[in-house]
């Protein structure tokens, strides 16, 4: 996936010479995982701005660019480095179309890697995406394969509003497919049936819809019969595509990394209430982290859902079959 | 030029006595329910009127904290019709129209000081020509925004000039509970970058720092932060009483400063004003704020806009949403 992303960066910086490239170690490193490898050599030091330790100042000064015209790809270092930014990302960057009536739009791309699962300090793993969700104004995307990854960054830096597209750490050197070589693009705010299924639907989004496919192929050998919904992007979210195979399943499981409470899986199966309540067979189970901060490594393994815990919730909808 | 001329002198009197008359309007509208919480400008108008009259406002961008709208005429009469509708708080109140180079009130405080780096530095990736003059307050400098973007400013040395007006009060708070530091202009230290501090009383030393502070920027040397010394001689805003915490022996004190009245007796000691002049331009201020106040007034408003301009179209949740208000509110497709 780590290659999808800087090659997307790649192909766009070469498309579009509005953009700019800003961030912590993302030049001369190539950013701590190398997602920004090799730009600073091609496209100089303008375009790929080693920026100050200033998570505020990066959202902040993004929004400036845009306001010049350009067309900012910020990366924020870890998901909960972003907690320094909130009030430029939260209080500016998504209200500005707003605010000013479309006199300035936030074309503005922000990357950030997150997720669980191998054993970073503190504040590097946090899943803050249904915090996010709250904003109204910011796009949140989430790929959950290599070949998403370049289709839905492609589309988020060409996207006029702002997008949070958040990478999962696991995912970066842990998830491999064929990208297309060409360009390549995913619509933001439609979902991806990856694998179809008629008795129940897990529902998910970035890494856990990798671990979602393989519970629902082990599945096969129970004669369940599980289909994987990836929602690829929560804001917009697809509500039809979310409707449309929960209607047709009768039961679903939605897994999220984040804290049970107040987490996206919620608005997930609120949803599921407003459009097609009548239409299941059973109630929706939630996975999801627990309702503690982001737990120090050697408790990783209890705190991350697991393809036992996706298993057994899928196995507690099919109870009453 | 670095110093200003006879007619420059002239027309930064005329803003600073307009801004003053119409803040005394905008105050009387408030009390009436006419419109929302004002931020006065009064003892801010010379700093504030200095200040762009030594800008050029096809290059130059201004980004205002809240206080300064009034103060910012010479950037054409948008500013005072946008700001009357944000006074209502209708939404076109945000959109200063295109080309006027001036962002709307912010009211996150210092919140705008990334913003003017990150454009002041996208104007000059772009070799477009032309600063961004930031405001903002003694009060917002505590802001951590203030010193990541003057940090960022100094490294890239972005055409940017960081204004701070130093009013003596943060609502309540005065500048030694804000700052441990002698001047609020010696923070520039720590980005590397110059720190002037002027009498902001004195529109002449504020234009003039302001000019140089510009000629820096344009010249690729980077940004400069200007203090300006002024006393705020209102409320912070409407819904303040500040008899409750400013000493009156020193707001008399900095009424005898009065920056509006000192260069009305300048001028007019000078030849360049006369109490003829200063009734015609009071009278016409008042007339031109109530025509803006009736326009904004009949500036039509609809269900719809609540929901517009969140993002470029809605989103399918949203499209939900507005069709929910429209019924609800019974205006379906009067946007």
Known sequence: MLEAINETLHSEMARDERIVLLGEDIGRNGGVFRATEGLIEKFGESRVVDTPISEAAIAGSAVGLAMAGLIPVAEIQFLGFSYQAMHQIAGQIARLRYRTQSRFESQITIRAPFGGGVRTPELHSDSLEAQFANIPGLKIVLPSTASDAKGLLTSAIRDPDPVLFLEPLRGYRGIRDLVPDEEHIVPLGK????????????????????????????????GISAAVLDLRSIVPLDIEALTQIVSHCGRAVVVQEAPETGGFASEIIA??????????????????????????????????????????AVLKTMEND | MAKPNDKQL????????????????????????????IAPIDGHEAAVVGAVHALE?????????????????????????????????????????????????????????????????????????GVVLVFFGDGASSEGDFYEAGNLAGVLKAPVILFCVNNQWAISTPTHLQTAADSFASKAEAFGIPGVTVDGNDP??????????????????????????????????????????????????????DPVHTFIKDLTARGLWSDTKQDEIETAALERIDEAFEKAKNTPLSANSLMDHCFVSDTPRQLRQRSFLMDSTGKSNEH
């Open chain 1, 191 to 222: 979902a991806n049936l990856i694998k179809k299924g008629d008795d129940v639907v897990i529902i998910s989004w970035s890494y856990q819809v990798e671990l979602s496919r393989r519970v629902a192929e082990s599945l096969e050998g129970d």
């Open chain 2, 57 to 129: 406002t096809e290059s130059d961008w201004v980004l205002p904290q809240y206080r300064e709208p009034l103060g910012l005429r010479r950037y054409g009469p948008e500013v005072l019709d946008t700001f009357m509708l944000y006074n209502l708080g209708h939404p076109a109140g945000g959109h200063i129209p295109d080309p006027v180079k001036v962002a709307p009130s912010q009211i996150s405080l210092g919140a705008s000081i990334p913003h003017a780096v990150g454009l002041a530095w996208g104007m000059s990736l772009k070799d477009e020509p």
């Open chain 1, 271 to 312: 949803t599921i209430n407003d459009e097609c309540f009548w239409s299941l067979e059973a109630p929706v189970v939630r996975v999801s982290g627990f309702d503690v901060p982001y737990p120090v490594g050697m408790l990783e393994n209890f705190y991350v859902p697991d393809e036992s815990r996706i298993r057994s």
């Open chain 2, 204 to 257: 002449i030393a504020v234009y003039e720092a302001v000019f140089n502070a510009r000629k820096r920027a344009t010249s690729g040397k980077g940004p400069t932060l200007i203090e300006a010394n002024v006393y705020r001689l209102g409320a912070h805003t409407t819904a303040d009483d500040p008899t409750r915490y400013v000493p009156s022996d020193e707001l008399s004190a900095a009424q005898k400063k």
């Open chain 2, 10 to 37: 002239q027309m930064i009197l005329e803003d600073m006595v307009i801004a003053r008359t119409q803040a005394s309007r905008l105050w009387n509208l408030q009390r009436q329910g006419q419109v929302g919480t």
